[in-house]
């Protein structure tokens, strides 16, 4: 096999709250500079709290990860794969600091979540 085109592989997402007391928190994050009060933000929490405080987002993502390196494992090609949010963690600076810090410098990123960015 050549010598692959990219060292590492970045999955990109939204994320999202991985229990209750995260739900406030994230929608913080998701908020901020915006000005949206805390009844608003008390009224969206209300539905993750239905769902146990857990978006399904984070979720989701491991489990492409884990069929990805699966499927590329069958291929013989070994490439570590990050994941960072924008808006909860694991964070997108966090992994793109990790995978910097592991020497990886021509990461493939895969977007899984559409939404405006810096």
Do not use: K
């Amino acid at each position: 096999m050549t010598t692959p085109q990219y060292d590492a592989i970045l999955f990109a997402s939204f994320g999202g709250p991985e229990g209750q007391e995260d739900v406030i928190p994230f929608l913080r994050n998701v908020t901020a500079g915006r000005g949206v009060p805390d009844a608003r933000l008390e009224e969206v929490a209300g539905h993750y709290r239905a769902l146990g405080g857990r978006s399904p987002i984070n979720a989701q993502n491991r489990e492409l990860i884990a069929a990805l390196q699966e499927e590329l494992a069958s291929r013989d090609v070994h490439l570590p794969i990050y994941f960072g949010n924008r808006n909860w963690a694991p964070y997108t600076a966090e992994a793109l600091q990790a995978l910097h810090a592991d020497g990886h410098r021509r990461a493939l990123a895969l977007i899984t979540s559409a939404y405006s960015s810096y």
